[in-house]
């Protein structure tokens, strides 16, 4: 899908425009134009960019064939912006799914294409049909509102990841199966993949705010520093994250070890009360019944009472004592 928005001060916002009307506003530039390439056959794109636009080909070709983690290049006379969207998986809910997202920036005009959709690109898309206001500042300040976007939609993963460690927290102490360790390092690869993210292009906003671009006018700068403050936070974050993780997984270790140390407490007490009863049982052979020597008196019948009851009171005596000590 290939479609188009256009302001000028005469005729305001147009929508869906031909190429005729695009190539004819290209070499009189008197607004603002956006062009969106959603999920379009790179053979159909590439004639678009290079004979309209006039694109270096090496910069259709990082579009087109190639992913990039985010970067710009300085074109002159455009620059090439590469962005990342990220969303959660909508299967698993530990996996985060990146979108690329690549920029032509022009004086007087951006072009964005993309193979998937992403909302940042709708609700930017949603905002200029609602407010003119927004193409009014020139294309820098166009992109600057996408950029602001796209960065806003970090949060919500955060706020998720945030969410699915503390649920895991909760289970730790609950119930510590073997399937919490593998949605814990999940989210760990979730958190490296997003610092992976962050990191680049955090850098790309920094040379936006603070390099001298032909295409962005100085006044804007200072925008572009306000979203480098977001995705510096961001990166703080997500460290945070990383830590919480970390945590999380020697929690779990540690309630793994005092359930075993508690199971071998339990197992060890055990063997300690029947200890006594089976050394009697080992000694005297339990021959009340058939005696293999004359030995009258250790077969009687208080010898077969004294017996049972000391079987009986060592356990109880044993129990009591480890109370006692605080064993138990």
């Known amino acids: 899908m290939i479609r188009s928005l256009c302001y000028t001060t005469e005729q305001h916002l147009q929508v869906d425009l031909s190429w005729e009307q695009i190539t004819a506003f290209l070499q009189e530039p008197k607004g603002v134009l956006w062009v969106d390439f959603e999920g379009t056959p790179p053979e159909e794109d590439e ?57 032509f920036l022009g004086a007087n005009f951006m072009v964005t294409h993309h193979d998937h959709p992403i909302a940042a690109i709708e609700r930017t898309w949603n905002a200029c049909h609602r407010d003119e206001r927004h193409l009014r500042n020139g294309a820098d300040h166009l992109l600057y509102r996408l950029a602001d ?64 671009y032909a295409v ?48 071998m407490k339990t197992l060890t007490i055990i063997t300690t009360l029947f200890m006594p009863i089976s050394f009697l049982a080992g000694f005297f052979g339990m021959n009340f019944f058939a005696p293999t020597a004359p030995l009258p008196g250790w077969t009687s019948m208080p010898a077969f009472i004294f017996t049972i009851v000391l079987t009986l009171a060592f356990p109880v005596g044993m129990f009591y004592w480890m109370h006692r000590r605080g064993w138990m």
């Open 216 to 263: 962005i006018d100085s006044r804007a700068r200072v925008y572009f520093r306000d979203v480098y403050d977001h995705l510096v936070r961001l990166h703080d974050i997500t460290e945070s994250l990383r830590d919480l993780i970390s945590g999380t997984l020697e929690t779990y270790l540690s309630v793994i070890n005092n359930r075993m140390n508690d199971i």
């Open 47 to 103: 004639p678009l960019l290079r004979e309209v636009f006039h694109f270096h080909p090496l910069a259709v070709d990082d579009a087109l064939q190639e992913s990039h983690v985010p970067k710009i290049d300085d074109w002159g006379s455009f620059l090439y912006i590469v962005l990342h969207s990220v969303t959660f998986d909508q299967q698993r809910r530990e996996e985060i799914a990146t979108w690329e997202l690549d920029v």
């Open 149 to 212: 976007e796209v960065v806003a939609s970090y949060m919500p993963v955060v706020e998720e990841m945030d969410d699915e460690i503390d649920q895991i927290e909760d289970h730790l102490f609950n119930q510590p199966r073997p399937e919490i360790i593998e949605h814990v390092f999940a989210l760990k690869r979730a958190a490296l993949q997003l610092r992976r993210i962050i990191g680049p292009q955090r850098e790309v906003l920094n040379k936006l705010a603070r390099d001298d």
